[in-house]
């Protein structure tokens, strides 16, 4: 059974930094698409950052945020840096294994973990 979870969450003042990780268990995930996406109340669920073979953000935090994985530990990783008020949101760690290619949409992926709380203070 896939499992992912989820930590490194927690309240960080404007201009600060986090790294949240998301442990998946239940299969080997080194061939599989990880994504991240974040919620904020009363806003849809959004994409973040995805890594295949190559790495993938969102404008909005393009040039701050950096996805990266270790094949070793099963683990997915999203290093935040300059955060602001605005990324303030659940964050979900998602695993695609239907295919190998990368995508925003999160309906194409299969598996999601519990959320991680980040409030970005100002």
């Known amino acids: 059974q896939v499992q992912l979870v989820e930590s490194g969450g927690g309240l960080v003042q404007a201009g600060g930094s986090l790294r949240l990780s998301c442990a998946a268990s239940?299969?080997?995930?080194?061939?599989?698409?990880m994504g991240w996406f974040r919620q904020a109340p009363g806003k849809e669920r959004e994409f973040v950052a995805a890594?295949?073979?190559?790495?993938y953000y969102a404008d909005s935090v393009k040039g701050r945020f950096t996805i990266s994985r270790d094949n070793a530990k099963n683990t997915v990783y999203l290093q935040m840096n300059t955060l602001k008020p605005e990324d303030t949101a659940v964050y979900y760690c998602?695993?695609?294994?239907?295919?190998?290619?990368?995508?925003?949409?999160?309906?194409?992926?299969?598996?999601w973990g519990q959320g991680t709380q980040v409030t970005v203070s100002s």
């Open positions: 239940g299969r080997t995930f080194s061939s599989y698409v």
């Open positions: 998602a695993v695609r294994i239907s295919s190998w290619y990368a995508s925003v949409d999160l309906s194409l992926y299969d598996y």
């Open positions: 890594i295949s073979s190559n790495t």
